[in-house]
C-alpha cells in the first residue's frame, strides 16, 4: 500500500507478556516517528529514527519499551512485561526527509494495545 | 518546557457556522506549529503549517489558521462548516533544532445539521 501500515491493529496482552508492534512506512522516508496515545489525550513522543539510527528515545516511559529500525525502513517497537498502564494506542509516522526538517507526517492508523 | 494547549475538548457548531478551534503555545521562541485531523478510524492527516513564512496559512479543504506571536496562539478556522468536518482536530509544535513533535490533547469538532 501507500500508506504507514501497522500491525496488528489490536492486541491484547495479559500483564507481564511482551508485546512487539510492526511499523511499515511509506517507501523511501527516512523519518520515523512512534507516538503513544492513550484514552482522550493526544499522541505523546516515544523515539525517533533516522534511516537505522535512533536519534531521540528521550520518551521512551521506561526500559521496559525498546525499538529498533535494522534496515532504516521496518520498525518494531517491542514492550516487555507489559503492565496495565502501557495500554493505549500506539501511532507510527515516517516523513520523507531526514534530519530536522518539517516536511509532512504520515501517520499510520495505530495499534490498540490493551494489557488485562 | 515547551507546551501545548487546546482549550476546549469538545466544540459543536452547526453547519454553515464558522469553525474556531483554539490552540496556544508556550516557547521562548517562536516554533515551527502545525494542525492535524483524525478522522474516524484513520491516521492523523496534516491540515496546515506555519514555518516562519507567511503568518496566515492556508489549509486543504478550506483551513486557515493565524500564527499570532503576542498572543502566542495558532488559531484553526474555517468559515463555514460541513458536516464531513467533523473529527479530532490536534495542534502540535516542533522547536527547530529538535525532532520532536509535541501535540495537544486534541478537541474534538461536531457539526450539527
Known amino acids: 500500500g501507500a500508506g504507514v501500515s501497522q500491525s496488528p491493529r489490536y492486541k491484547v496482552a495479559k500483564r507481564g507478556q511482551d508485546v512487539a508492534l510492526r511499523c511499515d512506512p511509506i517507501s523511501g522516508h527516512v523519518s520515523l516517528f512512534w507516538y503513544q496515545q492513550a484514552l482522550g489525550q493526544g499522541p505523546e513522543f516515544l523515539t525517533y529514527f533516522q534511516n537505522e539510527a535512533q536519534l531521540d528515545k528521550s520518551g521512551l516511559p521506561s526500559d521496559r519499551f525498546f525499538a529498533e529500525r535494522p534496515e532504516g525502513s521496518v520498525s518494531t517497537l517491542k514492550i516487555q512485561r507489559t503492565q496495565q498502564e502501557d495500554s493505549a494506542v500506539y501511532l507510527c509516522a515516517s516523513s520523507l526527509e531526514g534530519g530536522l526538517n518539517t516536511g509532512e507526517l504520515f501517520f499510520g492508523e495505530g495499534s490498540r494495545l490493551t494489557v488485562l | 518546557a515547551q507546551s501545548v494547549t487546546q482549550l476546549g475538548s469538545h466544540v459543536s457548531v452547526s453547519e454553515g457556522a464558522l469553525v474556531l478551534l483554539r490552540c496556544n503555545y508556550s516557547?521562548?521562541?517562536?516554533?515551527?506549529l502545525f494542525w492535524y485531523v483524525q478522522y474516524p478510524n484513520q491516521g492523523l492527516q496534516l491540515l496546515l503549517k506555519?514555518?516562519?513564512?507567511?503568518?496566515l496559512v492556508k489549509g486543504i479543504n478550506g483551513f486557515e489558521a493565524e500564527f499570532k506571536k503576542s498572543e502566542t496562539s495558532f488559531h484553526l478556522t474555517k468559515p463555514s462548516a460541513h458536516m464531513s468536518d467533523a473529527a479530532e482536530y490536534f495542534c502540535?509544535?516542533?522547536?527547530?533544532?529538535?525532532?520532536?513533535?509535541?501535540f495537544g490533547t486534541g478537541t474534538r469538532l461536531k457539526v450539527l445539521a
Open positions: 506555519y514555518t516562519s513564512a507567511a503568518t
Open positions: 516557547s521562548s521562541v517562536p516554533p515551527y
Open positions: 502540535a509544535v516542533r522547536n527547530s533544532g529538535t525532532y520532536k513533535y509535541i
